[in-house]
Nanobody
Framework: QVQLVESGGGSVQPGDSLRLSCVAS????????MKWHRQAPGKERELVAT????????NYSESVRGRFTISRDNPRKTAYLQMNSLKPEDTAVYYC???????????WGQGTQVTVSS
């Protein structure tokens, strides 16, 4: 069965950095777009970054562009989210998502908490 497991969250101060990892099993990662979403308390889930399956094309929300970088290592079945210059408003649970619209596949991890406060 398919599993996505996030790690790397934690509590940091404003301006710090974190790198989230998402390790996939049970699927061929190169067939899936990888996305990172986040959800803060009382707010709707927000898509923050996407990376295409094999050509490396990326897209970011306005709120994180220039500070966050999404990447992937298909042979290692891992996606990453490098988060720099963190702000208190980045506090949320971050979710990894593997999506293939052609196969109608949409898999999610369990989430990892990121807290940014002084």
């Amino acid at each position: 069965q398919v599993q996505l497991v996030e790690s790397g969250g934690g509590s940091v101060q404003p301006g710090d950095s974190l790198r989230l990892s998402c390790v996939a099993s049970g699927l061929i990662l190169s067939r899936y777009a990888m996305k990172w979403h986040r959800q803060a308390p009382g707010k709707e889930r927000e898509l923050v970054a996407t990376i295409a399956p094999t050509n490396g094309m990326t897209n970011y929300s306005e709120s994180v562009r220039g500070r966050f970088t999404i990447s992937r290592d298909n042979p290692r079945k891992t996606a990453y989210l490098q988060m720099n210059s963190l702000k208190p408003e980045d506090t949320a649970v971050y979710y990894c998502n593997a999506k293939n619209a052609f196969l109608n596949d949409d898999f999610w991890g369990q989430g990892t908490q990121v807290t940014v406060s002084s």
